[in-house]
């Protein structure tokens, strides 16, 4: 029955509003112009719901500005895209095409989805008495707002974590899961008498854990804790670190060269080796079974990290992080900041299964280079090592 409305010219299917979603956002995160998402929920009888849909899809159409979208969010929900609107243009936009429906017609279920917005908290709309339309609380927010110019993992003024609607960020293709979970779960099967030999090195050479555990931000802005062998010694001081990581940020063009390069003191004997080689990487495949990372992806950010991130980069946290990635095999260390949050956005606008397999099958010839450049570095001789891979296509 649904066949006629979909035929409906300016009604884009589900795939191509998702695709515009996706846009508008990445537009969005550059100029700092909102836009609101309206979604028109029903539910109930076929023929009424049917009838509903014809009615509203018509409606969206006509009322629709030329910079605004309609089309299919679901099987029975239509969703409107309004461009440039702030939550109160949309309220008045849902507001003349709800009027507009016969009493006779099923009233549906309003969604309203901002982004980004000013203030705190969020709503979800529906009919209310009289046929009047009232704003009512919603236990889980339809609205994610954040502060102006701060990233999108960043919490409210009380502390909590606000997460990115899922409504505004790519889904984890299936494959991708299926993949994740086989591999890692195997890796781990077979890599743990070289997990003993290095747990048990550490244990010997330095007093201690084994594992270091770190918050770090991941997929839609969700804290976890990563899974690492610790390569320094307990209690180390990390000021250092983050200032220089600041100061990575801040200038945009400067190499990644990692500060551990130049003999930091706060290492024990070896964690060079195992830092260069990604040995100490490996336990996050523990990570990867429990689903806070994925085997390829951006690499997990630390919280100071982001909040020095311009709003666009957040974009970042479309894509779960993972071990190795896209930034990881072309040139990492010889790469600025700004080009490594450009390798991460692009891996996730062009996510693929090949891309997948490409990155895995690269990653142990860039550790090699790794190494190659550090061992060259501490010996003071010229870097002779290939330029940077992706420099040409970022």
């Known amino acids: 029955m649904l066949r006629g409305i979909r035929s409906i010219q300016g009604i884009q299917s589900r795939e191509q509003l998702y695709k515009i979603i996706v846009r508008e956002r990445a537009r969005a995160d550059r100029s700092g112009e909102c836009f609101s998402l309206v979604v028109f929920r029903l539910k109930g009888r076929k023929r009424d719901t049917y009838q509903a849909l014809l009615h509203l899809s018509r ?4 009322r629709a500005r030329i910079t605004d979208e309609v089309g299919w969010f679901d099987k029975t929900s239509l969703g409107a895209i309004l461009v440039g609107a702030d939550s109160e243009g949309a309220r008045k936009f849902f507001s003349i095409v709800i009027a507009s429906m016969p009493q006779s017609l099923t009233a549906p279920t309003l969604e309203l989805y901002v982004y980004p917005t000013p203030s705190p908290g969020g709503s979800e709309v529906e009919p209310g008495v009289d046929g009047e339309w009232n704003e009512v609380a919603n236990a889980t927010p339809a609205v994610q707002e954040v ?3 701060k990233p999108l993992w960043m919490g409210t003024a009380s502390g909590s974590p606000n997460v990115l609607s899922p409504v505004f960020v790519q889904q984890i293709p299936l494959w991708k899961d299926i993949s994740d979970m086989g591999i890692s779960v195997t890796a781990l099967f077979l890599l743990s008498p070289l997990f003993l030999l ?5 244990k010997i050479v330095s007093p201690g854990p084994v594992f270091y555990r770190q918050e770090r931000v991941g997929f839609r802005g969700k804290m976890f804790k990563i899974w ?4 320094m010694k307990v209690n180390s001081e990390a000021k250092g670190h983050e200032e220089y990581l600041k100061f990575l940020i801040q200038k945009g063009d400067q190499a990644m060269e990692k ?4 003999k930091d003191p706060r290492i024990i004997p070896l964690g060079n080796i195992l830092r260069q080689t ?6 996050q495949l523990i990570n990867v079974v429990l689903g806070d990372m994925s085997l390829v992806g951006p690499r997990p950010c630390l919280p100071y990290e982001a909040c020095e991130y311009d709003f666009w980069q957040s974009e970042r946290f479309n894509t779960i992080p993972g071990l ?4 990881q095999v072309s040139g990492k260390n010889r790469t600025t900041f700004k080009e490594m949050m450009r390798f991460d956005i692009r891996y996730g606008h062009k996510l693929s299964f090949w891309m997948e397999i490409q990155i895995l099958f690269k990653t142990f010839p860039a550790i090699v280079q790794q190494v190659r450049d550090h061992r060259a570095k501490a010996s003071g001789k010229p870097d002779e090592g290939k330029p940077v891979a992706g420099k040409e296509n970022a």
């Open 59 to 62: 409606q969206l159409v006509t």
């Open 147 to 149: 502060e102006p110019g």
């Open 198 to 202: 290095i747990s048990a090195y550490i």
């Open 228 to 231: 690492k062998f610790r390569t």
């Open 259 to 262: 500060l551990d390069a130049k």
């Open 278 to 283: 990604g040995l100490d990487e490996l336990p």
């Open 324 to 327: 190795t990635g896209l930034w």
